[in-house]
């Protein structure tokens, strides 16, 4: 069974940092893709950023390159999202999620095979 876990959430405030971690298990870990979205209340989810586990490639949606980056370790079967001087509209629940395969943009706007529980980030002005 495909599980995720997201951790590492909380209330922070603007500029500052926080580092969520998606532990996997039940899978081949580096055959997959592993992914970070997030939704705000009223808003549509967004994709973040993915990482191919097996290559290392990385994709970050245009809202967030340059401030989070997004590294897996692959003997702990997690993967990591550095979040870098954070803005208000950065707050929303972050999940993470996987599919099969490569990392690829086309996924963080269609989704994902897999979910995990969200973990929530606040963002405080």
């Known amino acids: 069974e495909v599980q995720l876990q997201a951790s590492g959430g909380g209330v922070v405030q603007a500029g500052g940092s926080l580092r969520l971690s998606c532990q996997a298990s039940?899978?081949?870990?580096?055959?997959?893709?592993i992914g970070w979205f997030r939704q705000a209340p009223g808003k549509e989810r967004e994709g973040v950023s993915c990482?191919?586990?097996?290559?290392?490639?990385?994709y970050y949606a245009d809202s967030v390159k340059g401030r989070f980056t997004i590294s897996s370790d692959n003997a702990k079967n997690t993967v990591y999202l550095q979040m870098n001087s954070l803005k208000p509209e950065d707050t929303a629940l972050y999940y993470c999620?996987?599919?099969?395969?490569?990392?690829?943009?086309?996924?963080?706007?269609?989704?994902?095979?897999?979910w995990g529980k969200g973990t929530q980030v606040t963002v405080s002005s």
């Open positions: 999620a996987a599919d099969r395969g490569v990392a690829d943009p086309v996924k963080l706007y269609y989704g994902m095979d897999y």
């Open positions: 990482i191919s586990t097996s290559a290392g490639s990385t």
């Open positions: 039940g899978f081949t870990f580096h055959d997959y893709a």
